[in-house]
């Protein structure tokens, strides 16, 4: 009997191929995320589920799997499974981190200067037909990045690559971490380590970077955003969750903070009226921080080594804890 595989959306052809050769492999069609009840249904008599972010498997759903041996997710994030109950219960998690590590700082970057330059609104205008003046002295003007200070929080793989761009758009790089990096590390970096008060009070721009838990839920909020500057964008393409939406659409509507580029959001995917989408001074972008050809072909190549790996109860080659 072939050991069996459930995943929760499909992946490239070459890794499905690669996974038929070994597994019976059944793939979800249909909405998206997996419907808990759908996804309790399978995880209960397979031995390798390959997820993504926004599949929720909790401790209920962990449970209910009699033959588990490993869960890949198909991301760096893995907010969205219970790794410590998995791990108590002998179920390997692989992710992959490092490989979208360069496509995501990219598209962080890219937020950032479309939000300060404002291409898509210029976009959005040429497009609705509202443009009229031709090179007016006050038209869509945007804000130099050069000599403007950037906060990174979490100067993990991402944040210290984001920095690196920054630097050579001549940004001064300020950063806040659960822990300082080394002297060394911050030289290399040109980043100065300070207190997340002046990361917030004294940045131009705040790019997030930390994973979405209990301590950073909502972090960012109207509390937050009043010691901002005016003048300041937050970028996020970390979880939508770490920011609280509705204090953030106040903020951006009543010009507390001067604007934002977003990847993420609360809830996944955001619909056509969300009060977000109704407003010119955000960049929006459908969650797509890994999404280049080169990097996705990567991830779901790791994917399928950490789901092999795991499935032969070894560590799957990035590994949460267990
Ligand atoms: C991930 O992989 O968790 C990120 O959200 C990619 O954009």
Redesign the pocket.
């Known amino acids: 009997m072939r050991k069996k595989v459930f995943l929760t959306r499909t992946l490239h052809d070459f890794a499905l191929k690669e996974l038929k050769k070994k597994y019976q492999i059944e793939v979800h069609k249909g909405k998206i995320p997996v419907p808990q009840s759908k996804l309790r249904s399978k995880i209960k008599d397979v031995d390798g589920l390959i997820c993504f972010?926004y599949d929720i498997i909790n401790k209920e759903t962990i449970d209910l799997a009699e033959n588990l041996k490993v869960i890949s997710t198909y991301?760096?994030?893995f907010d969205h499974i219970d790794t410590k109950y998995a791990k108590g219960k002998k179920i390997r998690v692989g992710y992959?981190p490092e490989v979208?590590t360069d496509a995501?700082a990219d598209l962080a970057f890219s937020l950032l200067l479309d939000s300060l330059r404002r291409v898509s609104e210029g976009d959005r205008i040429i497009r609705d037909g509202k443009w009229k003046m031709i090179y007016g002295a006050h038209d869509y003007v945007g804000v130099d990045l050069q000599g403007k200070t950037i906060g990174i929080l979490g100067l993990g793989r991402i944040g210290q690559t984001l920095a690196k761009r920054a630097k050579a758009f001549d940004m001064d790089i300020i950063y806040h971490n659960r822990n300082r990096l080394s002297k060394t590390k911050e030289r290399t970096l040109d980043a100065k380590y300070v207190s997340f008060e002046r990361l917030i009070s004294q940045s131009d721009v705040i790019s997030i970077h930390v994973p979405h838990t209990k301590e950073t839920d909502k972090m960012f909020n109207m509390k937050i955003f009043k010691k901002m500057k005016n003048t300041a964008f937050l970028i996020n393409?970390s979880r939508g969750k770490v920011v609280n939406e509705k204090d953030l659409v106040t903020a951006l509507k009543k010009k507390i903070i001067a604007g934002a580029g977003l990847?993420?959001f609360e809830q996944e995917p955001i619909s056509k009226n969300h009060p977000l989408t109704k407003l010119q001074n955000v960049v929006l972008a459908p969650?797509?921080?890994?999404?280049t050809k080169e990097t996705r072909a990567k991830m779901a190549e790791i994917t399928v080594r950490n789901l092999n790996l795991g499935m032969n109860g070894k560590k799957p080659i990035y590994s949460v804890g267990y």
Request: hydrophobic share 25%; net charge negative.
């Open positions: 972010p991301s760096v994030g992959t979208l995501t393409t990847d993420v969650h797509i921080g890994s999404s």
